[in-house]
């Protein structure tokens, strides 16, 4: 007699879920916690006693501002407003005078009320044209194509040349919206929502990127482009933009790329470059 045999049980697979990769960001703010608590806390509060607290100002309208800051890479903001009064010379618009309002974190002298470009002018002017008119910010071949590539991302997304609509967006969402521009990059979008909207972001130019550097606040590996978010990880939104004021007088005024004043700098009891074994 043979005895049937039982058909045999699969066993159950058990899927296990795929653990989520820790954000680097988060991650990174948890560490300066742990290893060098307080160090935040330290460095806004100290640059707060020197340079006092930093009240937001809308700076003006987001194209200009746009527009300004592509003027300002790598130049002298002193450059990039002569470079902007000629734009109002050669494409006047039939818009009422504009004010700008540099503020403390700005460079330049700031410019003299005046009416805006016309944007649809300086999007239709020929690339040589359009050259000559801004010459005097530097690197006006390279500025030239970034502007006119910007207005006319912009002209074929909205149909005219306003930004104004992304301050109804979220903060990232806005600025992915603004990096989706070829050649508009993190640094130049968070200046653009940070000083015309008021959004929480943390612009890091080369001053904020060697005080932070230097002090501790960002990894050694990271990158300019990286730094922004980190900063994000580190600061409340509400301190962003004193933050972002204050760290870029600093570097400026203090914190310079060669022979950094020591005895002025209220964090060189914590800061790395100064003593590598600082707390």
């Not at 521009?181 to 929502?193: D, E, R």
């Not at 990158?223 to 870029?248: G, R």
Request: with cysteine; net charge positive.
């Amino acid at each position: 007699m043979t005895l049937a045999r039982r058909p045999a049980t699969r066993k159950k697979v058990v899927k296990r879920r795929a653990r989520r990769k820790p954000n680097p960001y988060v991650a990174w703010r948890k560490r300066l916690d742990r290893t060098r608590p307080g160090l935040i806390g330290f460095t806004r509060d100290s640059l707060r006693t020197l340079y006092g607290p930093q009240a937001w100002v809308r700076r003006w309208d987001p194209t200009s501002e746009l527009v300004m800051t592509i003027l300002t890479q790598n130049s002298a903001d002193v450059n990039a407003e002569h470079a902007f009064e000629a734009l109002r010379r050669a494409y006047p618009s039939n818009l009422p005078p504009e004010r700008h309002v540099p503020g403390p974190g700005w460079g330049g002298v700031g410019l003299p009320d005046g009416v805006p470009p016309d944007w649809a002018q300086v999007d239709a002017a020929p690339v040589p044209e359009l050259v000559e008119v801004i010459r005097p910010g530097g690197l006006p071949n390279q500025k030239a194509k970034g502007i006119k590539a910007a207005l006319r991302a912009i002209h074929e997304a909205r149909g005219d040349y306003s930004l104004e609509f992304l301050g109804e967006m979220s903060t990232l969402d806005a600025r992915n919206w603004l990096t989706g521009i070829n050649g508009v990059g993190v640094k130049t979008a968070s200046v653009v929502l940070l000083f015309s909207f008021g959004l929480p972001l943390m612009p890091v130019d080369r001053h904020v990127e060697r005080v932070a550097r230097r002090v501790g606040l960002l990894p050694p590996k990271a990158n300019a482009e990286e730094a922004h978010d980190y900063f994000l990880a580190m600061l409340e939104p509400d301190e962003m933009h004193e933050a972002h004021v204050n760290l870029i007088r600093h570097g400026r005024l203090v914190c310079h790329a060669r022979r950094p004043d020591h005895d002025r700098c209220p964090l060189r009891d914590r800061c790395r470059f100064v003593d590598p074994k600082a707390p």
